[in-house]
């Protein structure tokens, strides 16, 4: 398996990088078309995107963000990997790769947004106006992506109560480079 910059994939990797939105992120990506703009979205200019390839296909990708806070602070999006490919290092492969490029621009901070959409971590389903400091030292993520960023060294800094719809927040969460 090695990364590349998708910037050179073929039209028939791009495809296969959208199939894999599609299947993991399909709240996000409903449909192939949603998930070929996401991908088109996610490749214009001022971000990079990684992807790993096995074989000449694509088995994952990740990316960062245009740069904010004058170059100090990139946003982690999306990472996605294929579903048969998940649990075997694909991931942080990307992330550690990202991270690297990160550094290398001298970026601070990486940061990310991790929807909680389908009820997955103690954070759901509660109110988290009231004494959230409590509800974030007692986090639990379950099956949620939270772990494996927790897992990858990214700590909880924030959640945005509702983002998804009553109950379902959005889980900020950053590291330092």
Not at 93 to 102: C, H, M, R, S
Not at 109 to 130: F, I, K, P, Q
Not at 160 to 173: F, K, L, Q, T, V
């Amino acid at each position: 398996m090695e990364i590349v910059n998708m910037n050179t994939l073929s039209s028939r990797q791009l495809r296969e990088a959208a199939a894999i939105l599609n299947q993991v992120l399909p709240i996000w990506c409903p449909t192939m078309e949603a998930a070929e703009e996401a991908l088109r979205e996610c490749l214009s200019p001022g971000n990079t995107q990684l992807a790993a390839v096995e074989n000449r296909e694509v088995i994952g990708f990740g990316g960062i963000l245009t740069p904010t806070y004058d170059g100090r602070v990139y946003e982690l999006h999306p990472l996605a990997v294929r579903a048969d490919k998940q649990k075997q290092g694909v991931g942080k492969l990307i992330i550690t790769a990202l991270e690297d490029e990160a550094r290398a621009r001298g970026v601070l901070t990486l940061w990310l947004g991790s929807d909680d959409e389908t009820d997955e971590t103690s954070l759901s389903n509660c109110d988290l106006y009231d004494d959230l400091p409590s509800k974030l030292r007692d986090f639990r993520p379950g099956i949620h992506p939270s772990d494996f960023y927790l897992k990858m060294g990214y700590k909880i800094i924030g959640v945005m109560p509702d983002a998804n719809g009553r109950g379902r927040p959005d889980i900020y969460m950053a590291k330092a480079l």
